[in-house]
């Protein structure tokens, strides 16, 4: 049995408009699990390269994929996922790969 996804880590291109703000509180209300963090990495003309991150109970990515297309954006790629009892970080981690 799954306990389910504790953690996504996204990159995405937005429009300028709607602000990061905006995005951060569609995502959250999702779900009240949902704790979500939003950094901008670039910035151009007319868009944004974001760094998304959700942390909660069951994560459901393709509502939050939803949330962002309606907004405007597009999921560029799916950059870490954590799923099971407890969330692991993959940075917590890096000194032990070889």
């Known amino acids: 049995m799954t ?4 953690l996504l880590i996204l990159d995405i291109l937005k429009p300028i408009e709607p602000p990061i703000l905006e995005y951060a509180q569609a995502i959250a209300a ?11 990495e670039e910035i151009d003309e007319k868009t944004e390269t974001v760094e998304v991150i959700v942390i909660g109970d069951n994560i459901n990515f393709k509502k939050i994929e939803e949330k962002i297309n309606k907004l405007g954006g ?3 790629s799916l950059d870490e996922v954590s799923e099971g009892k407890q969330m692991i970080n993959s940075k ?3 000194g032990m790969r070889k």
Not at 30 to 36: A, F, L, Q, R, T
């Open 3 to 6: 306990n389910g996804i504790k």
């Open 30 to 40: 999702i779900d009240k699990s949902y704790s979500v963090s939003l950094r901008v």
């Open 74 to 76: 597009t999921v560029h």
């Open 92 to 94: 917590d981690f890096s």
